[in-house]
């Protein structure tokens, strides 16, 4: 087998140096805030083991409103030490407040790391959606009933006008006015005529040219 060929990676290489540079800031910053020893070394690995504890939550939640929390306040941890140590802070006279922040800032790392650690990374379920209200439909309205149709009851018959009796010898002679009217016009006589003719009144004369027909 070849030997294998070990090419560096230049995001590792800036990794180990941006990891030694801030290491070496934060033990600067707590010992001066008084943190001699071991313990000023401490310091450091606690806000690196929050700053990887966080971002290691992102990076399966991403969403995480906690893990967010807790890797701004350990990466503000981190930049403030660098920031501290660059010569804007005199760590001969380091003021009361951030010795008071140093000396609390294991019990502030902690309760994250915990909090971290036993976050429930099971996806809250997606509310049900809503029902949608069936879409209303337009129908026409039903038309009215027809009404009923009630078969009224015949109308009485009007009595009959009473035909007036013509005398027999009447009919003869007007007959005889028909026939003479019939022979001179070629036409049947009709009741105006016949009445004017033989001077009767109208309903004997439509009589008499009913029985003529």
Do not use: C
């Amino acid at each position: 087998m070849g030997r294998r060929s070990v090419r560096p990676d230049a995001v590792l290489v800036q990794a180990v140096i941006a990891g030694a540079l801030s290491f070496a800031h934060l033990h600067d910053l707590a010992a001066a805030a008084g943190q001699d020893g071991w313990k000023a070394w401490a310091y450091p690995i606690s806000v690196d083991l929050l700053l990887v504890a966080a971002w290691r939550r992102l990076r399966t939640d991403g969403r995480s409103r906690l893990a967010w929390s807790w890797f701004v306040i350990a990466l503000f941890a981190s930049l403030g030490a660098n920031v501290a140590t660059a010569g804007l802070l005199d760590l001969d006279h380091v003021p009361a407040w951030l010795r008071i922040l140093v000396a609390g800032w294991p019990a502030l790392a902690f309760l994250g790391g915990t909090l971290l650690a036993h976050q429930s990374t099971t996806p809250e379920p997606a509310p049900a959606p809503e029902p949608r209200p069936a879409p209303v439909v337009d129908r026409p309205a039903a038309p009215a009933p027809a009404p009923k149709v009630t078969q009224s009851e015949p109308a009485p018959a009007l009595p009959e006008a009473a035909v007036p009796a013509v005398p027999p010898a009447l009919i003869d002679h007007a007959r005889k006015v028909a026939t003479e009217h019939r022979t001179r016009t070629g036409s049947e006589i009709d009741t105006a005529t016949l009445r004017a003719r033989l001077g009767i009144p109208e309903d004997l004369a439509g009589a008499i040219v009913a029985q003529l027909a």
